[in-house]
């Protein structure tokens, strides 16, 4: 709906644009043919005034009437006209008398002809002086506003000239025509007006450009605070549903410890009475292993169930790593494994459980082992990065299939035979409760790789 109303206001305001823009130019055309006509009007009554004093009256005196077919009056009439006009961009002037007739062009082929005026020549016989817009050109230059020629056309009254009385109340003695070229200012405003569309189709161009990037960075903000909120969503309920499976693994354990433990002792119990009378008998062998082995299972159960709160101290990762080894060293040697140490100069210590993190790292060491039943490499890294420690352990099993990767974390879910698909789980509460991370990854080539990121300062320390 933004992008939609975003976009429509946005093509809402280029149309309004452009049509101001039209509008701006059609006031320009309209103002340069006001400025025109008003300039044709005064040149009229320029011209009327210099006919009268400097033409009509020299004339009526020296020869008694006014013949401009007499070559001496025709030079003189054209001298007047031609001065008043000099220096103005006039194209045209033809003058009538009463009778409709050419009596004066500057284009001497018009002179003589009669009834050319028209209907502008009858109004200004009656005093009222009007312009009309001449264009030349096809459709399409006359509608974008370029035509390839375009005049002006001024009929304005010649009056005679009383003392003491205003100019246009003398009477009307003839007709002036005055014609102006505006091909070249309309032209100018055609230039002007591309200009004018030129800059806006840009601006707006860079405006739509602006306006996509910022919907598209808002999409991806409201899609990823969209995802986040699901995924806190899924987090929520995960919870929900771990601390329900907790409290019914925690109370189910509870309730079956206490009879396992009277039969593993009563099995002890039974191993040592029977030693006396059948010691080849191993019943109570296998009861007390087989107590002792549930007995660890519900012990997963209940670290799963009911994550401890570490107890920090000044510890070191290597170290503890090292433990882990030592303490695996019989299997590391009797399976045939290889482990591969690379430990970055001058670790710092960490403020951490040790015992929580070594059960962590001694579980996810065992994963690695009975990932290569065949033996193989183990890789152990420690590397310190800004103010974390990340510690990757890499086998070269056959790693897990992509698509339950993403199951390793739910509870009770194993790719192995026997176990209770509760070990990664407990890992990773140990690693989030010393606010660190833990990612499983399948490596490039074969294998399998575990990465844990320990802050070396912990929050509110």
């Known amino acids: 709906m933004v992008k939609y109303f975003t976009f429509t206001s946005l093509i809402v305001v280029f149309i309004g644009t452009i049509v101001l823009a039209v ?3 059609h006031w320009a055309r309209s103002m340069q043919f006001q400025k025109r006509e008003a300039f044709a009007l005064v040149l009229a009554e320029n011209l009327n005034h210099q006919m009268f004093f400097q033409f009509i009256i020299p004339m009526a005196l020296k020869f008694g009437k006014i013949q401009l077919r007499e070559k001496e009056q025709y030079e003189r009439m054209d001298q007047v006209v031609r001065s008043t006009f000099r220096s103005f961009n006039v194209e045209l002037v033809n003058i009538y ?3 409709n007739i050419v009596s004066y062009s500057f284009d001497k082929e018009l002179i003589g002809i009669k009834d050319i005026g028209g209907s502008d020549y009858q109004q200004a016989l009656y005093g009222k002086a009007t312009s009309k817009l001449v264009q030349r050109g096809n459709f399409w230059e006359i509608l974008l506003g370029f035509p390839k020629e375009i005049r002006i056309v001024t009929f304005a009254p010649l ?7 205003s100019i246009t109340t003398g009477p009307v003695i003839g007709v002036v025509e005055i014609i102006q070229d505006m091909s070249a ?3 100018t405003i055609f230039k002007f007006q591309v200009v004018v569309f030129i800059t806006i189709t840009s601006f707006m161009a860079i405006l739509l450009l602006v306006l996509i990037l910022v919907v598209k960075r808002g999409e991806g903000i409201i899609q990823q605070r969209a995802l986040e909120h699901l995924k806190l969503k899924e987090k929520l309920q995960r919870a929900e549903h771990m601390s329900s499976i907790g409290e019914m693994v925690a109370g189910i354990s509870h309730e079956i410890r ?9 099995a002890e119990l039974l191993k040592k009475k029977m030693q006396t009378a059948d010691s080849s008998n191993g019943i109570p062998d296998i009861i007390v292993e087989e107590a002792g082995r549930l007995n660890t299972i519900i012990t997963d159960f209940l670290d799963f169930a009911r994550p401890q709160q570490p107890n920090l101290s000044t510890c070191r990762v290597d170290e503890i790593i090292d433990k882990n080894l030592a303490f695996l060293a019989p299997q590391i040697e ?4 290889h482990v591969d140490k690379d430990y970055a100069a001058e670790l710092p210590p960490i403020s951490a459980d040790a015992d929580m993190l070594y059960q962590a790292f001694l579980n996810i060491l065992i994963n690695a082992m009975q990932a290569m039943p065949s033996g193989g ?10 103010d974390v420690i990340q510690i990757t352990f890499a086998d070269e099993g056959d790693g897990i299939p992509e698509d339950v990767l993403g199951k390793v974390w739910d509870p009770f879910f194993t790719t192995k035979e026997k176990g209770t698909g509760l070990g990664l789980g407990i890992v990773k509460n140990i690693v989030q409760v010393h606010d660190g991370k833990i990612e499983i990854e399948n490596r490039s080539l074969h294998g399998l790789k575990t990465i844990v990121t320990l802050p070396v300062q912990r929050e509110g320390l």
């Open 97 to 99: 008398d009463m009778n």
């Open 258 to 266: 206490n009879p396992l433990g009277i039969i593993q002792s009563s």
């Open 159 to 165: 009056r005679s000239e009383q003392p003491l009385t």
């Open 23 to 25: 509008l701006n130019t």
């Open 377 to 386: 490499s183990i890789q152990v890294k420690v590397a310190l990065e800004k």
């Open 185 to 187: 200012d309309y032209k």
């Open 334 to 337: 009797e399976r045939g494994f």
